[in-house]
Nanobody, 127 residues
Framework: QLQLVESGGGLVQPGGSLRLSCAASGFTLDYYYIGWFRQAPGKEREGVSCISSSGRITDYADSVRGRFTISRDNAKNTVYLQMNSLKPEDTAVYYC????????????????????WGQGTHVTVSP
């Protein structure tokens, strides 16, 4: 059974940093495109960042580019999201998601492209 578990969320002051982790169990991440998404209260779920199975291709939302960094350690079956210079508008529940990456086809970094989801971790940025 595919399972994704997020961790690392919490309360942080503006300008602070957090590192989120997404650990997979029941399958190996080696062949999966992984995405981080977030959903703030009253808003739709939005893409934050995605990474190809090899780790060579990454994608970022304009709102986080230059502040967030996605990475993966396939040996540890884990994907990370390093979040720096956090802003109050980054407050949301953060989810990781996975979808098989077929040879020669890179999925889009949008929620409907993903079929396995974690339960989410809360991130609150507040003074």
């Amino acid at each position: 059974q595919l399972q994704l578990v997020e961790s690392g969320g919490g309360l942080v002051q503006p300008g602070g940093s957090l590192r989120l982790s997404c650990a997979a169990s029941g399958f190996t991440l080696d062949y999966y495109y992984i995405g981080w998404f977030r959903q703030a209260p009253g808003k739709e779920r939005e893409g934050v960042s995605c990474i190809s199975s090899s780790g060579r291709i990454t994608d970022y939302a304009d709102s986080v580019r230059g502040r967030f960094t996605i990475s993966r350690d396939n040996a540890k079956n884990t994907v990370y999201l390093q979040m720096n210079s956090l802003k109050p508008e980054d407050t949301a529940v953060y989810y990781c998601a996975a979808t098989i990456e077929k040879v020669g086809v890179q999925p889009m970094c949008i929620p409907r492209a993903f079929d396995s989801w974690g339960q989410g971790t809360h991130v609150t940025v507040s003074p």
